[in-house]
């Protein structure tokens, strides 16, 4: 199986733990059914899986951003540093009410990131 097909099998398996935790009505045992999957696969998929998290730190769904930068935090995953840094610069430009929570959080996760990579 191709790298591409692969990533989008597993990409589709996240949107189906998602989907089944929310029409449960329980859209918080998605990130913690994420998690569990994330720490199940193997070293081949963990990369395709980081790539997948990576994309979804810049996405328009805050369902998405929310459950990656979760897993980013829970499994330090340092590949995803430039997306976090184009959503603080995004997040620099935003004057909604959350605006200066999220970048004052996406701040954090760069700094621990950053810190643990030294």
Excluded: H
Excluded at 4 to 30: G, M, T
């Amino acid at each position: 199986m191709k790298k591409e097909e692969s990533k989008k099998l597993l990409e589709q398996e996240w949107e189906n733990i998602i989907a089944d935790a929310e029409s449960a009505k329980d859209s918080p045992r998605a990130t913690i059914n994420l998690m569990e999957n994330y720490k199940s696969l193997d070293t081949g998929r963990r990369l395709l899986a980081d790539q997948i998290i990576a994309e979804w730190i810049t996405s328009k769904d805050d369902g998405k951003r929310f459950d990656a930068l979760a897993l980013v935090e829970k499994f330090n995953i340092r590949s995803a540093l430039p997306q976090l840094r184009a959503l603080e610069v995004d997040l620099k430009n935003r004057t909604g009410p959350d605006a200066y929570y999220q970048l004052e959080k996406v701040r954090r996760k760069i700094k621990k990131l950053e810190s643990e990579s030294v």
